[in-house]
């Protein structure tokens, strides 16, 4: 999101999401870096590594201030609909009619062997690019992979609910173990299958997953590489005995240090 525009010319100013805003961006300093000159607003949402879902009442401010600069809003939807409550999640495409949304199999399916994506957008103009686009860069996808995904469409709410049964319980005992520990905290997810905790070690984010998956072969992400230090990245979209197996590994790890 930040590497390819800056290749390709663009000046790029990134909004910090914190803990104390929720991880929801701060309208007030949107208005402040967009200027007449700006092309594209991009956002993640629900986000990674965070599970922060932006409101759909902010969404709408995120479009207010689009519109006054004439950008387009780009938002990457992968963790949509993986929602802790059944309440509608709207695309940035309901809002705006200069909305791209982009998403795949990867997460919502969890199908990410197939390597399929897509984009959608109500601008007829843009989505004439896209197609170009898409057609110089990709003649054509796999005919297996393309069946697979079309079995996928037409069982989506049975494969929704399945997957939305796994993150939910996973969460409350996600949660209950949070909750029992002196040196972790965090601010809880709302969406997506990632957690973001901040731990109290005299470890950078780096070294405190090197070591932890050394010695209790249990793997975290750390949270330098999302400009984030002193925290790490937890997912808990799998069976619930692992991730139970696998906080009480880092409960031993935390405890060492």
Known sequence: MQSIPQALGA???????????????????????VTP?????????????TGALIPEAKLEEVVTVAKSVDAYVLCDEVYRHLTQDDQYSPSIIDLYEKGISTSSF?????????????????????????????DYATISCGVVDEMIGTLALQNWQKILHHNRLIIRENLQLLTKWVAGQDKISWQRPTAGTTALLYYDAPLASTAFCDQLMAKYQTLLVPGVCFGIENSVRIGYAFESDHLIAGLSRV???LAEN
């Open 106 to 134: 990867s997460k919502v399916f969890s199908l990410a062997g197939l390597r399929l994506g897509w984009i959608a957008t109500r601008d007829r103009a843009l989505m004439t690019q896209l197609l170009s686009h898409r």
């Open 11 to 33: 000046a790029v100013k990134l909004l910090p999401l914190t803990k104390e805003n929720h991880y929801l961006p701060d309208i007030q300093e949107l208005k402040q870096l």
């Open 251 to 253: 409960s031993a790890f």
């Open 37 to 49: 000159h700006t092309k594209l607003i991009i956002l993640n949402n629900p986000d990674n590594p």
